[in-house]
């Protein structure tokens, strides 16, 4: 099992940025892949950005594509999202998560990953 700790969200005005940070502990960072989900009042939780063990495959949805960039530090056993341009639809509380499996591909499905923090709120004014 991991901990994940999340922390950068925040307040924020349309077309602003925010860095989230994630850090973890407990098993070996650098084997999984890790992912970032939010979930928004009233709607389900929904895939963002994921990044494989290694970093060098990507994943993000659609609506985030050339806006927001999901990094990792192995050595700092961090991920990060770097959000820019961001719009009140991106508000939401945003989830780190880590995948159950070692060496992965990576994914951009929920059951695919096992451990989640607590999540950071994200709320853009317009």
């Known amino acids: 099992q991991v901990q994940l700790v999340e922390s950068g969200g925040g307040l924020v005005q349309a077309g602003g940025s925010l860095r989230l940070s994630c850090a973890a502990s407990?098993?070996?960072?650098?084997?999984?892949?890790m992912g970032w989900f939010r979930q928004a009042p009233g709607k389900e939780r929904e895939f963002v950005a994921s990044?494989?063990?290694?970093?060098?495959?990507?994943y993000y949805r659609d609506s985030v594509k050339d806006r927001f960039t999901i990094s990792r530090d192995n050595a700092k056993n961090t991920v990060y999202l770097q959000m820019n341009s961001l719009k009140p639809e991106d508000t939401a509380v945003y989830y780190c998560?880590?995948?159950?499996?070692?060496?992965?591909?990576?994914?951009?499905?929920?059951?695919?990953?096992?451990?989640w923090g607590q999540g950071t709120q994200v709320t853009v004014s317009s």
């Open positions: 998560a880590a995948e159950r499996n070692m060496f992965a591909l990576g994914s951009r499905t929920a059951a695919d990953f096992g451990s």
């Open positions: 990044i494989n063990w290694s970093g060098d495959r990507t």
């Open positions: 407990g098993r070996t960072f650098s084997m999984y892949g």
